[in-house]
């Protein structure tokens, strides 16, 4: 028998519109050692079936059907108080996010020491003792004097250290890790999910890793599930799940995930259920509203140019107080992209590359140097109405789908308010026909104008944040980490509508992102940027595979591998 | 952590300044001091000579400096009504007033914070319902209301407590205390209820509503998957936690328990500050209410920076500097 | 048309349907209100009209017929006569027209203080919310005494009964509009960061634009919640201001007032002049209370 049996498990969460069925009839085994990962994109149940195990289901959450067994022992029936000697001692479970998943106001000794206790009943001082054995265990140095610190004197990556230790505590046979990695850098995943490796191999603990992204599954996983609402739709190794899928949702999934190792031209499938492969239709840049009164340049030379550019930010904590600390959040920044060409900028968290995306587009006061738009200075205000409007062909599509739009302006208000504001239409109605037609051509139906944003997913709203950027005539447009908060296969389409509308718009793009696999489908050029600096700049091919600055290495060496063979 | 004690006295010292401005300019321009001071017959020979007294004539950053001064030296000026040194009056009074306040801010505090964990812990228990519901009455019911009723229920039906007055003192120096006395005792008791009732209302709503957050956090869910037991979740990582910003909030509650005691005073003629401020804003007695202000920003200063160094001793991120 | 249907089918509707809590409050303050407003067409007399007055009737307890007149009353006379239901209702206006004027001058005064110190920061914000933190720290019916005591040391004594009113709605809104200005200037500080406002610069709007018609539908949800309770707490504000004897003048009695004068009459047994006023003071503020705290619950979690 195998370590974790579930059988037929089916949970449900009772609403206002009827009984929603989060996981439906799911059958699934984990190994003593074994990773299984549970892939899926939002919606899909997959964090569900970790706290139904844990009996810890958010109400009005319940497990409608279906049995769960540990070592023989069997879980679904047990209460919430029967469950606790069960949840920390024999199934441990780590969160998502390290930053909140530690009491602010008690020492990571304290939290320790008080779970060790608690199920080995070892007494204050060999609790201690294993404490910092532990500490040591996931790998934080000097763990003795650490122990003693407060989890706000961690970083992102040593706390979810100190998270994973805390599930170890009482020698768990069981782990449920819940997206361990998916708030942390890339170098920090890649250390983490080694660690969690290790931990399996070594303690011979049976594990499931939740997770949405297929690279950390590549890596990581013995075998893999495949949810899709609520439904178990897959379930094989990992080598057949990445390379052979069977089902058409795991095929749309795969085809979805960009490969790590080589550029496709536009990702193939891209949606399971209504079956289009989302091409925009051609347009005539000559004749359509859109090139109107553009003044196209010769597609030589570059079209931004950026000099030694820097931006300092003081935190000024206001009154009596002096002011206080200052970031350099950009430090002597210069590039230039080429008319046409798709620039990207890479780099992870705290590194500057949206704070120069706010620069080019006016919304921060550059400190200093040099920005360039066309052959117009970008830090000057511009004078005149066809400055402003020379001005305005910069465009931008922003990160977060929901913060995006408006909540309580209709679609179509949205779309036509910045051709009513600069004047590209003669009246309303002509400005609300464009923006229906706006619409249509990032593929949402003319309807869509007379609704409000609520009613639209994710990735329709990112669609109706590219219409409104479009909708001032651009350029340029920036995309500011624009699929990092979508779905796989959603990412895939948004990103087939951009190069689609690149070719079609003769766009000039400037690509932001943490994500590798997807700069290197997108980009022609790449920054790699660190604490500010660029460090790099080269064709996207050669970061991938000649890359010269230590830190393009390292960050390259560590990026999740999902490799697809070049014909897929 | 030194330097943001520091950083808090520098700020209350502004706050007094500016209350001090706002007293002073009351002071010196509602109801001319002059008119209240020499009444009907005067010449103008006798006007000149009490303005150039008073310093009337002087610049007014000279004139708020002296008045500053003269404040921190006790002299708060002349009861228009009573001819009365202001501070003798109050110093009077102060006593039945600090009293009573301490005594319901204990009473506030404790239930308070007692009542809001249970209904945080409890969210659907029938008790929970009830006493959420009928917090609600009490903070719809003025604060007058809820003395009356008091009043007629234990005073006037039962006749088991006094309707008014603070019973027996004891003189301990300057000090004189009803906490001493059986009857004095007896006469707390109602008005003390009725002044802490809406502030152990807010309180404990307060706290349950901070606790029920804490209790959805992350790391609460995180404890939960580690089996620690629901006692020490409630009570030794949820209640931490909520107190935090509750403390804040309370300190500022417990700063107008001093000047709600005014509402409760007039219900009861309790003889405190209370008593003297009402009469004062009745009769325009503008020096009275000038120096009551400037009574009642001392305390909420003094109260702000306790809490303050409270803060510094619960929460370990304000401890380390440098971090957030 | 469109309008009311999307609200018909709004989970704001919905979830009021379910709630009995909310339909209950609602329809109480909706009698109350009208009964107010249609005092001099609801109430049997009109306590002010000296001619309808008759001293006779003094002190007849409710649905008891008076010794001397044999006229009742449904909840009795006071001592001058007086029905205390038409006192009730015309003070309920008295009380009403204050307590919504003092939230609607506070409202203005704290929306706009509020935006301006989140849009503008800097210097403007600083000097709004220390005002603001310096007022908050004392108690609002302190801040209204205090401001009461002031506009009557600077009114003459002949004019006083006449502004009184004014003064009493100037010193609830002014200790009332701090409410305002935190709650939309933290909600507005929200939003400013939000993608959507970046976008609306992008696109060449200005920042008054911006935030009259971006920010400010957003944060409307809000803004209701606090108007609601700023309500509750300006009817009782000013029962209270009157009750102590500083608020509406003996010429136009609040509901305060009428507890003042009742107070007197509690030890001597003619409980109804000071029963009636307070049941119905209770009554207004509960289910105004009630109503606040259950919009402050369904809107807030998601304020969409």
Redesign the interface.
């Known amino acids: 028998m195998a370590l974790l049996d579930i059988k037929n498990l089916t949970i449900e969460y009772p609403d206002?519109h009827g009984t929603f069925t989060a996981v439906r009839d799911v059958s699934l085994s984990v190994d003593r050692g074994e990773i299984l990962g549970i892939v899926g994109e939002s919606g899909a149940g997959k964090s569900t079936i970790g706290n139904a195990i844990?009996g810890?289901l958010q109400r009005p959450g319940r497990i409608g059907g279906g049995e769960v067994y540990l070592d023989g022992d069997r879980l679904d029936t047990k209460s919430y108080a029967q469950m606790?000697?069960?949840?920390?001692?024999r199934i441990?479970?780590i969160?998502q996010?390290p930053m909140?998943?530690?009491?602010?106001?008690?020492?990571v000794e304290a939290q320790l020491v008080?779970?060790i206790d608690?199920?080995l009943k070892l007494g204050e001082k060999a609790s201690q003792k294993r404490a910092v054995d532990l500490l040591d265990q996931v790998g934080i140095a000097n763990a003795a004097e650490r122990i003693k610190q407060?989890p706000?004197?961690f970083s992102g990556g040593m706390r979810q250290r100190v998270?994973i230790a805390?599930?170890l505590?009482?020698e768990p046979d069981f782990i449920i890790a819940d997206e361990p990695t998916t708030a942390l850098d890339v170098s920090i995943q890649a250390q983490i999910l080694e660690l969690i490796k290790k931990l399996c191999v070594e303690r011979q603990v049976g594990m499931i890793l939740v997770t949405h992204d297929m690279g950390v599954i590549a890596e990581t996983a013995d075998r893999v599930a495949v949810m899709y609402r609520g439904n178990l739709v897959e379930l094989g190794t990992t080598q057949q799940i990445t390379q052979n899928p069977q089902h058409e949702y795991t095929k749309v999934l795969i085809s979805a995930v960009p490969p790590s190792n080589h550029r496709v031209e536009r990702f193939i499938r891209v949606d399971y259920q209504g079956a289009s492969d989302g091409r925009v239709k051609d347009l005539d840049l000559e004749s359509h509203w859109l090139g109107e009164g553009v003044k196209r340049g010769s597609r030589e030379g570059p079209i931004l140019t950026v000099e030694n550019l820097n931006k300092v930010f003081k935190s000024?904590s206001?009154?009596?107080?002096a002011a206080g600390a200052t970031t350099h959040a950009v430090k002597d920044v210069s590039f230039a992209i080429q008319a046409g060409e798709t620039f990207g900028i890479v780099g992870e968290s705290g590194s500057g590359k949206s704070t120069i995306a706010?620069l080019v587009?006016?919304?921060h006061k550059a400190s200093s140097g040099q920005m360039d738009f066309d052959g117009q200075n970008l830090r000057t205000r511009p004078r005149g109405r066809a400055a402003?409007l020379h001005r305005?062909q910069?465009?931008?599509i922003?990160?977060?789908p929901y913060?995006?739009?408006?909540?309580?302006?209709k679609v179509g208000s949205i779309v036509a308010?910045?051709i009513l504001?600069?004047g590209l239409a003669k009246s309303r109605g002509e400005a609300m026909e464009l923006a229906e037609n706006l619409l249509e051509l990032v593929e949402l139906g003319p309807d869509a104008a007379r609704r409000y944003p609520?009613a639209f997913s994710g990735g329709q709203r990112q669609r109706i944040?590219i219409a409104?950027?479009l909708?001032?005539r651009p350029r340029f447009l920036i995309c500011d980490e624009p699929t990092s908060a979508l779905d796989v296969s959603i990412q895939a389409q948004i990103l087939n509508l951009l190069k689609d509308l690149q070719d079609r718009l003769d766009l000039t793009l400037l690509f932001i992102s943490h994500d590798l696999p997807v700069m290197r489908q997108m980009c022609d050029r790449i920054a790699v940027m660190k604490l500010g600096e660029v460090v790099e700049v080269a064709a996207a091919e050669d970061i991938f595979e000649a890359p010269q600055h230590s830190y393009t290495q390292q960050l390259i060496g560590l990026m999740p591998k999902f490799e697809k063979p070049k014909a897929a | 952590m030194l330097k943001y004690i520091l950083r808090r006295v520098a700020q209350s010292a502004v706050v007094l300044l500016v209350v001090g401005l706002v007293a002073f300019s009351m002071f010196r321009f509602v109801g001319d001091p002059i008119e209240n001071m020499l009444g009907q017959e005067r010449t103008l020979e006798d006007v000149e000579r009490l303005r150039d007294r008073l310093g009337l004539n002087d610049p007014f950053v000279v004139q708020y400096w002296n008045f500053l001064k003269n404040a921190s030296q006790g002299d708060l000026g002349i009861s228009f009504r009573q001819g009365r040194p202001v501070v003798d009056i109050l110093v009077e009074r102060l006593p039945a007033t600090l009293e009573l306040a301490l005594v319901s801010a204990i009473f506030a505090v404790i239930v308070g914070i007692g009542l809001g964990v249970y209904t945080a812990i409890r969210p659907k228990g029938w008790l929970t319902q009830f006493i959420l519901t009928v917090s609600l009455i009490g903070v719809s019911l003025p604060t007058f209301l809820i003395g009356i009723l008091l009043i007629y229920i234990f005073a006037v039906e039962l006749g088991w407590l006094p309707s008014f007055g603070r019973g027996e003192t004891v003189q301990l120096g300057w000090w004189s205390t009803g906490l001493l006395t059986a009857s004095g005792l007896k006469a707390i008791i109602l008005p003390a209820i009725t002044l802490g009732l809406y502030q152990m209302t807010l309180i404990m709503r307060l706290v349950r509503s901070e606790m029920s957050e804490v209790l959805n956090s992350d790391y609460i869910r995180f404890a939960r998957a580690r089996g620690l037991t629901e006692r020490s979740i409630n009570f030794r990582h949820a209640i931490k936690n909520t107190l935090i910003p509750v403390i804040t909030i309370t300190g500022l509650q417990l700063g107008s328990i001093i000047a709600f005691a005014i509402i409760t005073e007039t219900v009861f003629q309790w003889p405190g500050v209370g008593l003297l401020f009402i009469d004062s804003v009745n009769f325009v007695d503008i020096p009275v209410m000038a120096a009551y202000l400037m009574f009642i920003s001392v305390m909420f200063v003094g109260i702000n920076l306790i809490v303050d160094i409270l803060y510094v001793m619960i929460d370990p991120r304000l401890r380390t500097e440098g971090a957030n | 048309m469109e309008n009311i249907r999307t609200f018909l089918a709004s989970d704001f509707f919905y979830a009021f349907k379910r709630a009995p809590v909310a339909i209950f409050s609602f329809t109480v303050a909706l009698i109350l209100i009208l009964s107010a407003v249609l005092a001099p067409l609801i109430a049997p007399y009109n306590p002010f009209d000296p001619a309808t007055l008759n001293l006779m009737n003094g002190f007849t307890a409710p649905g008891d017929a008076n010794a001397f007149t044999g006229e009742s009353f449904v909840m009795g006379t006071d001592d001058q006569g007086r029905d205390v239901f038409s006192t009730i209702l015309y003070g309920m206006r008295i009380s009403l027209f204050v307590g919504f004027a003092a939230v609607l001058f506070a409202l203005i005064l704290g929306v706009a203080l509020g935006l301006t110190a989140a849009m503008v920061g800097g210097r403007t914000d600083t000097i709004i919310m220390r005002i603001a933190d310096i007022q908050l720290s004392f108690p609002a019916i302190l801040v209204a005494m205090l401001i009461f005591g002031i506009a009557k040391g600077i009114t003459p004594p002949e004019m006083r009964n006449q502004v009184a009113i004014w003064v009493l709605i100037l010193s609830i809104g002014l200790s009332d509009w701090v409410q305002f200005a935190r709650v939309v200037r933290g909600a507005a500080m929200v939003e400013r960061r939000k993608e959507y406002v970046e976008a609306a610069t992008l696109i060449g709007r200005g920042p008054i634009i911006i935030a009259l018609r971006h920010i400010l539908p957003n944060i409307v949800a809000s803004v209701l919640v606090i108007a609601t309770i700023s309500l509750a707490l300006a009817i009782i504000a000013e029962a209270t201001l009157s009750f102590l004897g500083v608020g509406a003048p003996p010429t136009q009695p609040s509901l305060g007032t009428l507890i003042r004068i009742g107070q007197g009459f509690l030890f001597s047994g003619e409980w109804w002049i000071l029963f009636f006023p307070a049941l119905t003071l209770l009554l207004l503020a509960l289910s105004v209370n009630l109503l606040g705290d259950w919009l402050r619950n369904t809107l807030n979690p998601n304020m969409e």
């Open positions: 206002r844990m810890l606790r000697p069960i949840r920390g001692k441990g479970m969160f996010d909140t998943s530690l009491n602010p106001l008690e020492t008080e779970t608690l199920h407060y706000h004197e998270v805390l599930a505590c009482a000024r206001g009154f009596l107080a706010r587009t006016g919304i402003v305005r910069i465009q931008m922003f990160q977060d913060s995006s739009l408006n909540g309580r302006m308010e910045p504001i600069n609520h944040s409104r950027a909708a001032s």
